[in-house]
């Protein structure tokens, strides 16, 4: 499978970068709308101020009329325009005679259209004099303008230093990404340490923390595969050795009789090599890792009565019978493939180590239990036998793959158990080895998490 290009990978530092300084410009932006009508408002405000002030420092001069004009003459050249008409409504004053502006109008602010253009004008009435101030709105826009870009200014200014800053921040962040993915290339098969979780931000500590439980169940599974094959390559080997003579003594066999044999015995060797090579497979297939198939509700009790049935005929063969106690119904969540194949184990090795021998070659007829049935909140499956059982410094070792106890009457793959085992905890539930009634025999218990 060919690897996506770079470019039409999903980039989170590109995304932050992108919705980090979209947000910031935005958010900007609307400040500095804000911002700036707020300003211009206020500058008008400010004007307006000022007319009034303006108009109501002249009623405050107690001049006659004809000392007036020459009173205002310092006025002409300012931005206000000042007119003072008398009670009979004669022009007294006018400081821009060249510039149209609407006569007396009433006291207050108002704004007035002219040829030039719109007006901002205040009036008031003193001992019969009308005195008015006004200002053209484009002079009045014009400095308010100015006074709302000098506020914004430095806020404009501020902007791309926050951008350059985020930029930095995340760029910097995002490297704490690009370490730990270096950590992780630099992992072998052979050395799975962990990932230092201290060194990163505690968002991503999770990830580490996830990352290093990834590369210890790893670094168990390659070793628990590892132990594997040599195993069963140490395991394998004795029975294709002794397959390779049995059938070279076959083919030196002097007459049919003891061809016959020879035969036989290697017949023998094949069927224990099969049975070996499928424990190997059950046990790979076992493993609490793996991902069942299928999972649904299984009975124990109808799956035990299928497996006794089944066995019945080995049973016959080693004198021995088998016993079921499985009054009712006892559903577990598991895979019903798996949950056979762990009876099954159970009551084979309560068959072939269960017996006890009266003589040399002289086996007695013996019984195995099983019993099936719901403690509390748990299914209990038990096998018991009358063998000779197995010492209790052994009882945990046996476990382990290809170990046969010393004590073993017979021989085995050594698998059983830890197939029995890997069955139990791939279902959540655990295998107990206990001595058996009057401390005769051995009590395999298996108990699993009810359905």
């Known amino acids: 499978m060919r690897a996506a290009p770079r470019g039409a990978m999903r980039s989170m530092r590109r995304r932050l970068l992108v919705w980090l300084l979209l947000t910031v410009f935005l958010g900007g932006l609307v400040s500095a709308l804000v911002v700036f009508y707020q300003a211009r408002k206020q500058a008008n405000e400010l004007f307006d101020y000022q007319l009034r002030q303006l108009a109501l420092a002249l009623r405050d001069r107690a001049y006659s009329p004809g000392q007036l004009a020459e009173a205002l003459r310092e006025e002409a050249d300012s931005d206000f325009v000042i007119q003072v008409w008398s009670p009979d409504a004669r022009v007294l004053y006018r400081s821009h005679p060249n510039l149209d502006v609407p006569g007396p109008i009433a006291p207050g602010f108002a704004d007035a259209e002219t040829s030039l253009g719109r007006w901002r004008v205040f009036g008031i009435y003193h001992r019969g004099l009308t005195i008015q101030v006004a200002q053209h709105r484009l002079a009045r826009e014009a400095l308010a303008l100015n006074v709302a870009w000098q506020t914004l200014l430095p806020f404009l200014l501020v902007l791309p230093v926050m951008g350059w800053l985020i930029w930095r921040l995340v760029g910097r962040e995002v490297k704490v990404l690009e370490t730990t993915a270096r950590d992780v290339a630099r992992r072998s098969p052979e050395a799975l340490e962990p990932i230092d979780a201290h060194a990163v931000p505690i968002e991503v500590q999770p990830l580490v923390t996830s990352l290093n439980g990834l590369l210890a169940r790893l670094g168990t599974a390659l070793t628990q595969q590892r132990q594997f094959i040599a195993d069963a390559a140490h395991e394998l080997r004795t029975p294709l050795t002794a397959l390779r003579l049995q059938l070279q003594l076959a083919q030196r066999a002097r007459d049919d009789e003891e061809r016959a044999r020879a035969h036989a015995v290697l017949g023998e060797g094949i069927a224990r090599a099969v049975h070996v090579v499928e424990q190997l497979l059950t046990l790979a297939r076992a493993d609490p890792e793996a991902r069942d198939v ?158």
């Open 294 to 451: 299928s999972v649904g509700p299984v009975d124990l009790a109808d799956l035990a009565a299928g497996v006794v049935r089944e066995l019945e005929a080995a049973a016959t063969a080693r004198a021995a019978s088998i016993v079921l106690d499985a009054p009712a119904p006892v559903l577990v969540e598991g895979n019903s493939t798996t949950l056979h194949v762990l009876l099954e184990n159970l009551l084979d090795n309560a068959l072939k180590y269960g017996q006890t021998r009266d003589g040399p070659g002289l086996a007695s007829p013996h019984s195995v239990q099983v019993r099936v049935q719901r403690r509390g909140a748990e299914a209990v499956v038990e096998v018991e036998d009358r063998g000779p059982g197995i010492p209790a410094s052994e009882r945990e070792r046996v476990f382990d793959r290809f170990y046969r106890g010393e004590t073993a009457a017979t021989g085995g793959s050594g698998l059983g158990l830890a197939i029995v085992k890997r069955v139990a905890e791939r279902h959540g539930g655990r295998v107990e080895l206990l001595a058996g009634a009057d401390g005769r025999g051995l009590l395999a218990r298996v108990s699993l998490p009810a359905g």
